[in-house]
């Protein structure tokens, strides 16, 4: 079965602190991906990123920074110079494969973000 | 075109009433998904559709009815709801892996 544990229940920082959020996962496949979402108070679930267990390359967009390391099953991610735009629900998740082109996401509790002015 | 769109984005029934919720992408994914959320919750799998047919049902209650009248849209007939119903319900659809969203129906049961 997969896991998708998630910390961290609620984080506040003041704007232009960075702030790192949290994901461990568990799977026994050797072959998987790991997604964040981004969900602000309108309730849409935003793609953040998407990486697949054979590239442990950390990637950076911007102000966001992503940390794989697969020796501890962990998919962290950064915030620099948050703003309160930032402020919503954070999710990691880990997919698996249902078949015939269809897929499963195995979330995170999430993490709520709020960044004060 | 990148966009899930669901409607509408609010609803309020009563415990008698038949509902829809509406789901439409015109990205040409063939894998069309419903989840629930409860508030301070994380999304919970209810349907998979896989080339418009039923694949995953995730031991939901017969008041949730899904349909995929073609590759492009999802519904969601409600009928005779409970108020620990009352959820977001989001749509998503999938290119290979990823699974796009769409901002959900916020559904309230009286």
Redesign the interface.
Known sequence: AQKVTQAQTEISVVEKEDVTLDCVYETRDTTYYLFWYKQPPSGELVFLIRRNSFDEQNEISGRYSWNFQKSTSSFNFTITASQVVDSAVYFCALSEALGAGSYQLTFGKGTKLSVIP | DTEVTQTPKHLVMGMTNKKSLKCEQHMGH??M?WYKQKA????E?MF????EKL??NESVPSRFSPECPNSSLLNLHLHALQPEDSA?Y?C?S?Q?????????T?LSVL
Not at chain 2, 48 to 51: F, R, T
Request: glycine share 8%.
């Open positions: 063939r894998a998904y301070k919750k994380p999304p799998l998979v559709y896989s080339y694949s995953i977001l989001l998503a999938s290979a892996e990823k699974l796009f969203f769409g901002s959900g916020q």
